[in-house]
């Protein structure tokens, strides 16, 4: 006995039916198209977004290529890739530690310093951008939902199954 194929009518009429928007869409889409907006923008001065974040950080203190990485939410061959190019660009180089002989901080040039203020202006830009596009009272209440998911029901990332894909642990 063979089953009929289901016709797209019968498979509209089995799909489930939503109860909640679909949040995971809605931060996956916005995510995506704020990224490749700041990645343009960025590239127009020679940088990329992983190539400003640790630029940014690694003017605030002094920190090491792990602890960039940390905060940059990158792998260490990213980190690595990324650091080579700031390198080779004249923007930043690896030092010594002044307070751990064994550790090599990542130092910022001048010129690295001086692109980093750039890229800053730009983010902010395009972050202006994106929440000036909504009326104050929508923007005021999406940064404290955002910030109140952040910091709390959404804070730490649930453990990936065995095999799976998963977000790196923050050590923050």
Do not use: Y
């Amino acid at each position: 006995m063979t089953d009929n194929p289901v016709t797209i009518e019968r498979m509209a009429a089995l799909a489930p039916s939503r109860t909640e928007s679909d949040l995971s869409f809605l931060l996956d889409h916005t995510s995506h198209v704020l990224r490749t907006k700041m990645a343009a923008a960025l590239a127009e001065i020679g940088l990329t977004a992983r190539m400003h974040c640790v630029l940014v950080h690694a003017l605030e203190a002094e920190r090491t290529q792990i602890q960039l990485a940390e905060l940059g939410d990158m792998d260490k061959t990213t980190m690595v890739v990324t650091i080579d190019a700031l390198e080779k660009a004249g923007l930043a180089e690896r030092r010594p530690s002044s307070t751990d002989r064994r550790a090599r901080i990542i130092a910022v040039t001048e010129k690295g310093a001086e692109l980093a203020e750039q890229s800053q202006r730009i983010v902010d830009d395009v972050h202006r951008t994106a929440l000036n596009s909504l009326p104050q009272k929508d923007r005021d209440a999406l940064l404290h939902a955002l910030n109140l998911l952040v910091t709390n029901h959404l804070a730490t990332p649930s453990p990936a199954p065995a095999g799976g894909r998963r977000a790196r642990e923050s050590s923050k």
